[in-house]
Structures are given as structure tokens and as C-alpha cells.
């Protein structure tokens, strides 16, 4: 069965530095979603994207995020500087559309530690 | 912001009776709902779902129900399996106002004891 995959699945890093986390969505798939999960909270939307553009965004993702799809098969998330509060289960997910019954598939997730 | 409560942190059942796991909701523009299924150390995994248009909805031993008018959903395992012990979460979306980011609940830890 296809399924979303991201990598890596943990990531360490210091206050400041830049992250890069990728994912695969499912392959006929054409919407994509970051959410995150900080310890003990809720799973939050983060952004999603169609068509190489940005369809819907929370408070959350403000300018140090970004997201892109740099070839055919990747959808990757930026942190340009992360913050301690960065700390968070990363998953991402994908839809074949946007219908009313269209289901969100998601990936195992990537653990980000902010040191 | 609490748009979807999942009052019940944690739930217990035997084998093989049935697990109901609730779900209420404030948004009225909420039009789609679905239950995800999460192990440690995974994503979400998708469960089943309902439309707003509907008040039942059933896959094998997992049944969702819907009361729009109380704004609440049910999950329904039976019978309940050790393998069902999973976080569970509730999601609603509002995809009539071209919103399909979903909002989730805080979720269920269910045990099912053998």
C-alpha cells in the first residue's frame, strides 16, 4: 500500500541553525500538509500546498518557515532559525484531491529537538 | 482554542467488548470528520470518516456515528481487540468555506485488555 514517507525520522539541532525536513508524499497525490505536534499538545496545521504554491497557512507558520517541492517527488519544510519552541513531531501528509471526501494520508513523522 | 474536545484522555476496555470514543465539536462550519488511529513513534493513521450529509457511517468493526444537532461524533470498536490499543484521535474539517486544513482533538489513549 503506498504510503507517505519522511525523512529523517529524528533531528537534532542548535538554537539558530537551519532545518530541512522532507517527505514523499504518495505518489498520485496533489495536496500537501505539514502538521507539527509538540509534546502533550494537539497535532496543528502548519500549511498546505497545491499547484507549487502555498493554498493555506495557520498562525503558526510565520516567516521563518517555508515550504517547496523541488522536483517531482519531495515536499520539504524549512525552518530558517529554529527556536527553542521549534521542538515538535513534524508529519506530513498528502491527498489524491480536495473533495469532501477526500482523506489525508500521513507520514510517521520527523522528532525535532532544539537544543 | 478548543474547536474539537476530546474529554476523555484515556479509556480501558476488555477484550472483546465495545470501545466508544467521543468527540465534540464547536464550529458548525465543520462539514467533514474523521478518526485517526496513532502508535508511538508513527503518524496518524486514517480510521474512517464521516460527512456532515450523514449520521452513520460503518467499516467492519468501526462504526462512526454523528448528532450534528448536539455537535458530537462517536467511534465505535466491536468487538475491541489488544491491537486496538492506540491513541485516538478525532478530526473535522470545514471544506465549504475552501478550508482543508484539519483541526484535531487532543485525543483517547485506548487499552484494551486482554
Request: hydrophobic share 35%; charged share 20%; glycine share 6%.
Amino acid at each position: 500500500e503506498p504510503e507517505v514517507t519522511q525523512t529523517p525520522s529524528h533531528q537534532v539541532t542548535q538554537m539558530g541553525q537551519e532545518v530541512i525536513l522532507r517527505c514523499v508524499p504518495i505518489s498520485n497525490h496533489l495536496y500537501f500538509y505539514w502538521y507539527r505536534q509538540i509534546l502533550g499538545q494537539k497535532v496543528e496545521f502548519l500549511v498546505s500546498f497545491y499547484n507549487n504554491e502555498i493554498s493555506e497557512k495557520s498562525e503558526i507558520f510565520d516567516d521563518q518557515f517555508s515550504v517547496e517541492r523541488p522536483d517531482g517527488s519531495n515536499f520539504t519544510l524549512k525552518i530558517r532559525s529554529t527556536k527553542l519552541e521549534d521542538s515538535a513531531m513534524y508529519f506530513c501528509a498528502s491527498s489524491e484531491a480536495l473533495g469532501l471526501g477526500e482523506t489525508q494520508y500521513f507520514g510517521p513523522g520527523t522528532r525535532l529537538l532544539v537544543l | 482554542d478548543q474547536q474539537v474536545k476530546q474529554n476523555s484522555p484515556s479509556l480501558s476496555v476488555q477484550e472483546g467488548r465495545i470501545s466508544i470514543l467521543n468527540c465534540d465539536y464547536t464550529n458548525s462550519m465543520f462539514d467533514y470528520f474523521l478518526w485517526y488511529k496513532k502508535y508511538p513513534a508513527e503518524g496518524p493513521t486514517f480510521l474512517i470518516s464521516i460527512s456532515s450529509i450523514k449520521d452513520k457511517n460503518e467499516d467492519g468493526r468501526f462504526t462512526v456515528f454523528l448528532n450534528k444537532s448536539a455537535k458530537h461524533l462517536s467511534l465505535h470498536i466491536v468487538p475491541s481487540q489488544p491491537g486496538d490499543s492506540a491513541v485516538y484521535f478525532c478530526a473535522a474539517r470545514s471544506s465549504g468555506a475552501g478550508s482543508y486544513q484539519l483541526t484535531f482533538g487532543k485525543g483517547t489513549k485506548l487499552s484494551v485488555i486482554p
